[in-house]
């Protein structure tokens, strides 16, 4: 069963704490990705997997940070939180770049 | 920065309607289009795929492609209720080349 997990599902931090976002998925896929969505904005890539220890900037890395030490697991790091980074974040795995993403159930973060 | 631009921003079609939707890539290295579908409170969902010029039509979906001028469009047919969703255009080049997504054009199919 091909699935896309994220862990914890809604998030309430204070401005200033450490925010810990998981991803994992059981295809294999070699690419996985973190973006936020907020209204209007689509889906901004924060960072870009290609492998284990292979991570690249998106477009909107500012304030993040990633982890990923197994193919299957996949971290988004906020260092000291901002209360503009209050968004739906999602995790995304696919084969090769150029192919099919798919998507997580997305994290609901509040930075208060 | 390559940016995917759609339109309309929203669109309303009643029941059984067409809904006609347009996304256009600003970067000449882009190769493929997605079509993902997102229902409100859930995450996106690859709808349809096209990489090569034409048309291609899965149901009730049709996606055409014109390269030359990097533009796709998407076109619901007997646009349903349960079609009432938020559909982001992706488009994305060879070669490791990142995709980008647009913002999205949000359809309501009234009954």
């Known amino acids: 069963d091909m699935k896309v997990t994220q862990m914890p599902r809604y998030l309430i931090k204070r401005m200033g704490e450490n925010v810990l976002l998981e991803c994992g998925q059981d295809?294999?896929?070699?690419?996985m990705y973190w973006y936020r969505q907020d209204p209007g904005l689509g889906l901004q890539l924060i960072y870009i997997s290609y492998d284990v220890d292979s991570n690249s900037e998106g477009d909107i890395p500012k304030g993040y940070r990633v982890s990923r030490k197994k193919r299957e697991h996949f971290s988004l790091i906020l260092d000291s939180a901002k209360t503009n980074q209050t968004s739906v974040y999602f995790c995304?795995?696919?084969?090769?770049?150029?192919?099919?993403?798919?998507f997580g159930p997305g994290t609901r973060l509040t930075v208060l | 920065q390559q940016k995917v631009q759609q339109s309309p921003e929203s669109l309303i079609v009643p029941e059984g309607g067409m809904a006609s939707l347009n996304c256009t890539s600003s970067d000449r290295n882009v190769d493929y289009f997605w079509w993902y579908r997102q229902h409100s409170g859930k995450s996106p969902k690859m709808l349809m795929?096209?990489?090569?010029?034409g048309e291609k039509e899965e149901g009730r979906f049709t996606v055409h492609l014109n390269k030359a001028s990097l533009h796709t469009s998407l076109h619901i047919r007997d646009s349903q209720p349960s079609d009432s969703a938020l559909y982001l255009c992706a488009a994305s080049g060879t070669g490791g080349y990142k995709v980008v997504f647009g913002s999205g054009t949000r359809l309501l199919v009234s009954p």
């Open positions: 295809m294999s896929h070699e690419t």
């Open positions: 795929s096209i990489f090569s010029n």
């Open positions: 995304a795995s696919s084969l090769p770049t150029d192919a099919e993403q798919f």
